[in-house]
């Protein structure tokens, strides 16, 4: 399977560590040269033979010593909690949930976007490749901020607007709710729950509004869609399609490509965690030729689908495209978009 990948974040390794000498190498290679200076200088043997013993006793202190204290370094950090067979404990609910969250923004969400996050949710998304400059950090330390406890709602307004999505946890996720009412994934569950949130800029109630509206226009045009003899579509999908659970830029660009050849929609997906098909639409579908054309025909009407749908620009850049492989070995095409769906396309109304 040929695939693009448009904006997805790079794995980077770590740097090994220089092998550095131990302290007792450190220590006995000092004590040599200290002993083989000094006792050349020392006229009276018995003078040479205590300042010896006494450079030995002071050298032994200082390995003792040494080794106390990396062992309380060591015993500060505290190893990773035990089960009682001996094996590690399993993460806790909390960081399941910040490393689901993470991983679902760095594959999904727009890499144009910046980001509203709790200092550890920052360093979670940090991990997971998504580059600073796109974090908002959210303090953690101040009255009624978000992550903090008692999380006001005139600080959630402020991250609302500071960022293009915002993931939450603990106390500001119901603050967060209020001013960023869109859902765009959820993890976990109870006070372990992450949520992923598009941020409001215009206030809860017009981002609601729009919400409302566009989910009117992609049940228009997902029927308008059906009724196209260029479009075949199984029951499942014209059920996603009536009910405007298909993102408005995969119905723009379905009519786009059967504008020029005729598709099979093989399936829609691209399902948000958490969050029902209505809230976050379906961003990824995937096409095939409609007469089944295989062998240099069909390869010809895929590779210029794909040459069209690569050149889009703007809202209609696919973040993911390329060829597949289905069952029964004909060729078909995916196109997956990064959330947050914009609103308002298909009204031309976008916010």
């Not at 910046?114 to 940090?126: D, H, Q, R, S």
């Not at 009624?144 to 946890?169: K, L, R, W």
């Not at 059906?226 to 075949?232: A, C, G, M, N, V």
Request: charged residues 15%; positive net charge; proline residues 8%.
């Amino acid at each position: 399977m040929e695939m693009e990948f448009a904006g997805t974040p790079r794995q980077t390794g770590q740097a090994g560590r220089p092998d550095v000498p131990s302290w007792g190498r450190v220590l006995a290679t000092t004590i040599s040269l200290w002993t083989s200076r000094r006792l050349s200088r020392l006229r009276r043997p018995r003078s040479a033979l205590i300042a010896a013993i006494c450079v030995l006793a002071v050298a032994a202190a200082a390995v003792v010593a040494v080794r106390l204290a990396g062992t309380s370094s060591r015993a500060a950090d505290g190893p990773p909690a035990a089960s009682p067979h001996g094996a590690p404990a399993p993460p806790a609910a909390s960081e399941v949930a910040r490393a689901q969250a993470a991983a679902w923004i760095a594959a999904q969400v727009n890499s144009n976007t910046t980001i509203a996050c709790e200092p550890v949710l920052c360093t979670a998304l940090g991990v997971r490749g998504v580059a600073s400059t796109r974090l908002v950090p959210l303090s953690d330390s101040a009255p009624g901020a978000p992550g903090a406890p008692g999380a006001s709602s005139a600080s959630a307004a402020s991250a609302a607007t500071t960022a293009d999505v915002i993931v939450a946890s603990g106390s500001a996720r119901a603050a967060l709710g209020r001013e960023a009412p869109g859902l765009l994934a959820s993890f976990g569950s109870g006070d372990n729950a992450v949520d992923v949130r598009a941020a409001a800029p215009g206030g809860a109630a017009a981002y609601q509004a729009a919400v409302k509206a566009d989910l009117a226009a992609r049940q228009s045009g997902g029927g308008q869609l059906l009724k196209s003899k260029r479009i075949q579509v199984g029951a499942q999908g014209a059920a996603q399609l009536q009910a405007g659970q298909v993102d408005s830029r995969l119905l723009i660009m379905l009519a786009m490509l059967a504008s020029q050849h005729p598709w099979r929609v093989v399936a829609f997906g691209g399902a948000s965690p958490g969050v029902p098909a209505a809230g976050a639409p379906l961003r990824q579908v995937t096409i095939a030729d409609a007469n089944g054309r295989a062998g240099p025909a069909g390869a010809a009407d895929l590779a210029r689908a794909l040459a069209m749908v690569r050149a889009q620009q703007g809202p209609y850049q696919p973040a993911h495209v390329g060829t597949v492989r289905l069952n029964g070995g004909q060729q078909g095409l995916s196109i997956d978009f990064a959330a947050p769906a914009p609103l308002g396309l298909l009204s031309g109304d976008v916010p």
